[in-house]
């Protein structure tokens, strides 16, 4: 199925945004995820599967002023 | 004797350095962290961005700071609606590390000026979901005492444009600020060079905000500690009270016992 992260698409295989998170190498409690335009919260990254056509944005603290 | 107790206190919290600094235009992480630890500053700015899916070698800012000495100040920067505002400060706040919000609603590209009505919206928002917010906004004291009375936990009005250098431009809006609201003001924006800083706090200011004015110096670190000391000397200026303004000369020497 494929899915868009942070604007881009890509092809996966179906899986929790936690499973997601974990195959992208990327730190649960570093960032925070948004979900078609919902805050998604923390406690339910692994309970929430991914669909086909889903929008996700990982979003994390850079230098800034 | 700089005073031990003159706490900045913000939404309950107490700060013992009135210098905030921003993390961003630095030439590495190490000089900013370098950088941050010789301003003294306690509450740190940081943006709220995409994480680079591809290119998974960059370093994360979060491995470089120490949460337990600093308080996160996530900001809004790039937002230009009330609405893209929102959206960020509630990522920011998922991220799970910070109540405290700086909330910048951009009006312009150029002059990166704030769009107040966006912002006034923005804030109503924030405040009722929780949020500390400090809003980044002009020397306009109508729209500061507006910020106020809908629950910011301060504010924070502009000195110049951001990365100006161009200092304190209008002196008497701020005083005036000071006067209108009972929340701590804030100087975020065009602060250049220490005197900046140091004006500000002679001004009566709660404290001041600052990144280019470090970053962008030839050397960032010497900066922050300049910045550092000239918050420091102008607060302790402030309290110190003055003297006035005069036209003409007032002898400091006495006048008897001159030798003729």
Known sequence: MRIFVNG?????????????????????????????????????????????????????????? | MENRSDKLTIAGREFSSRLMVGTGKYASMEQMVRAIEASGAEIITVAVRRVNISDRSRESLLDHIDLKKYTLLPNTAGCYTADDAIRTCRMAREAGLSDFVKLEVLGDEKTLFPDNEELLMAAKVLVQEGFTVLPYTSDDPIVCK???????????????????????????????????????????????????????????????????????????????????????????????????????????????????
């Open chain 2, 146 to 260: 507006k910020l106020e009375e809908i629950g910011c936990a301060a504010v924070m009005p502009l000195g110049a444009p951001i990365g100006s250098g161009l200092g304190i431009r209008n002196p008497y809006n701020i005083r005036i600020i000071l006067d209108t609201v009972s929340v701590p003001v804030i100087v975020d924006a065009g602060v250049g060079t220490a005197s900046d800083a140091a004006i500000a706090m002679e001004l009566g200011c709660d404290g001041v905000l600052m990144n280019t004015g470090i970053a962008g110096a030839k050397d960032p670190i010497a900066m922050a500690e300049a910045m550092n000391l000239a918050v420091r000397a102008g607060r302790l200026a402030y309290l110190a009270g003055r003297i006035p303004k005069k036209l003409y000369a007032t002898a400091s020497s006495p006048i008897e016992g001159i030798i003729e």
């Open chain 1, 8 to 65: 881009e698409e890509h092809a996966i295989e179906p899986l929790s945004v936690l499973g997601y998170l974990e195959e992208i190498e990327i730190e649960p409690h570093r960032v925070a995820v948004e979900l078609n335009l919902e805050i998604l919260p923390k406690g339910e990254y692994g309970t929430t599967q991914l669909k086909d056509g889903d929008r996700i944005e990982i979003v994390h603290f850079v230098g800034g002023g």
